[in-house]
């Protein structure tokens, strides 16, 4: 997948992430995260082996969710 400009230039800014990962239930965990792009690959930052980084080797489906700082013509915020 081709990482869009826009996505690129919000990681710039340095924004938290919410990435959501299963687990073994098929249950959605939901975790804060930094988050960076290198080469073309987005780059979290964890201290140590917790539950989103045993979910993504068990099963790399993931979802990273971020919020913009511009609003849209309906004045909500962009994500």
């Given at each position: 997948?081709?990482?869009?400009?826009?996505?690129?230039?919000?990681?710039?800014?340095?924004?938290?992430?919410?990435?959501?990962t299963l687990n073994?239930?098929?249950?959605?965990?939901?975790?804060?995260?930094?988050?960076?792009?290198?080469?073309?690959?987005?780059?979290?930052?964890?201290?140590?082996?917790?539950?989103?980084?045993?979910?993504?080797?068990?099963?790399?489906?993931?979802?990273?969710?971020?919020?913009?700082?511009?609003?849209?013509?309906?004045?909500?915020?962009?994500?």
């Open positions: 997948m081709k990482i869009p400009q826009s996505v690129r230039e919000l990681i710039e800014q340095g924004p938290l992430a919410h990435l959501i073994s239930k098929g249950s959605p965990q939901v975790t804060l995260i930094w988050v960076g792009i290198e080469n073309d690959e987005f780059v979290i930052g964890h201290l140590a082996e917790h539950q989103k980084i045993k979910n993504i080797r068990r099963d790399p489906r993931v979802a990273l969710s971020m919020l913009g700082d511009k609003t849209n013509a309906q004045g909500m915020r962009e994500y």
